[in-house]
């Protein structure tokens, strides 16, 4: 599926964490993978993302996952509050 206008200038688009899930109404929504397993990550976080420290590129394998160069130093896991820089 590809990503829907408001998503494509976001990092999650290029990572193997996202999901988009269409509601009832046909409504499109990003979801991260991580954040269903990891209550301190957001599900759905706000777009567009610019950095993220847990970014891994569709294309990267597994155990060679990448970490976003645009990513910041700072570690938002301790919280559920997310800003747009960083989820
Ligand atoms: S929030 Fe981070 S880990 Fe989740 S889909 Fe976006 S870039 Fe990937």
């Known amino acids: 599926m590809n990503l829907p206008l408001h998503l494509e200038a976001s990092l999650c688009g290029e990572c193997k964490q996202h999901r988009i899930i269409?509601?009832?109404?046909g409504s499109q929504f990003?979801?991260?993978q991580l954040g269903v397993s990891d209550p301190t990550w957001?599900?759905?976080p706000p777009q567009p993302v610019g950095a993220c420290?847990?970014?891994q590129r569709v294309d990267a394998p597994k155990d060679r996952a990448v970490d976003s160069t645009r990513s910041s130093a700072a570690d938002s896991s301790s919280s559920a509050t997310v800003n747009r820089d960083e989820p």
Not at 22 to 25: A, E, I, T
């Open 22 to 25: 269409v509601s009832g109404k």
């Open 30 to 32: 990003l979801l991260c």
């Open 42 to 44: 957001p599900k759905y």
């Open 53 to 55: 420290r847990r970014f």
